[in-house]
């Protein structure tokens, strides 16, 4: 064995010590050595999974918790059952939808009050406080005001900070990741803050998980609500089927399982992982001319 073998071994087993140390350096590893599409395609071959031991999610303590949605059904897909959970324990849940859903073609803004009046309907089932941030869900453009209200909203004090995983494959989930991260940088937001990522399309590192199997229905009921979008794919057993997937994590069972995963993460090596959407901007949000145009319109903001 030579010694860059040997002080790998060691790195790796001095992290893994720490609650999430072995996570945070397969992470650096994938981003130092890859680019997002390669990391995006690595990461669905499931290479990490041996090194790997997610554990329970701690939320027990958590008093007030804010989750940031791209588009409204993505935090029932994402985190459903956790969310259900943590309204039944009282907790106090802010949920924001950063953009208005709108879709191309007509009737563009009867479809936007549908999904809105789905999203209250969530909303009403968690008792939680919605918010509509309504960046176009076309063009992208984040306007002064959406920029305004974001920083606003996370000048309040939470216990816990939910976002679509970095590496999420929908280009508008990872501008979404990018602008949230100019508005994390522009608040004085606790050092200590996490971040905790979830999976709506693709495959992450989790390093926490949520298991829901004594509640399964309720997620499925909360995922139903959002009628408009089970026309175009059923939701319900696309979730059903990725969270009995995510069970592999866990040790051995017969038993029919469903767990949430999530990749916790601390504020600073957030943004981090998402700077490198601007190593290659065409590759980060695939082509999508918007999404690039809207990003770099980013910066004049952050400067405004």
């Not at 958590?62 to 959970?85: M, N, S, V």
């Amino acid at each position: 064995m030579g010694l860059a073998s040997i002080k790998y071994l060691i790195k790796h087993k001095l992290l893994s010590i720490k609650p999430n140390g072995q996570y945070n350096f397969l992470t650096k590893k994938i981003h130092k050595e890859m680019d997002i599409d390669l990391a995006e395609k690595v990461l669905a071959t499931d290479y990490f999974k041996e090194n790997l031991v997610p554990q329970p999610i701690s939320y027990k303590s958590w008093r007030k918790i804010i989750i940031f949605a791209p588009h409204q059904d993505d935090e029932a897909i994402g985190c459903g059952a956790l969310l259900t959970e943590l309204s039944m324990k009282g907790c106090k849940i802010d949920l924001v939808f950063l953009t208005d859903g709108r879709p191309t073609g007509e009737n563009t803004d009867i479809i936007v009050e549908e999904r809105n009046n789905e999203a209250k309907n969530v909303a009403q089932k968690l008792g939680a406080s919605l918010i509509n941030i309504a960046i176009n869900n076309v063009t992208l453009e984040v306007t002064k005001s959406n920029y305004k209200n974001l920083i606003e909203l996370l000048e309040t004090k939470y216990d816990a900070i939910f976002t679509p995983w970095v590496l999420d494959s929908p280009p508008k989930h990872r501008f979404c990741n990018a602008l949230l991260s100019k508005v994390f940088k522009k608040v004085a937001l606790d050092v200590q803050t996490q971040i905790y990522t979830y999976q709506v399309h693709t495959a992450l590192i989790p390093n926490v998980y949520f298991d829901y199997t004594g509640s399964f229905q309720a997620k499925q009921n909360l995922i139903n609500i959002y009628e408009s979008q089970l026309k175009a794919q059923n939701y319900l057993h696309l979730s059903a089927g990725l969270d009995a997937w995510n069970t592999r994590f866990l040790p051995w069972s017969t038993a029919k399982r469903y767990v949430e995963v999530y990749h916790q993460i601390p504020l600073k090596a957030f943004n981090k992982l998402v700077g490198n959407y601007e190593i290659n901007l065409a590759q980060t949000f695939k082509g999508n001319i918007n999404c690039i145009k809207s990003y770099q319109n980013l910066k004049q903001l952050d400067q405004s």
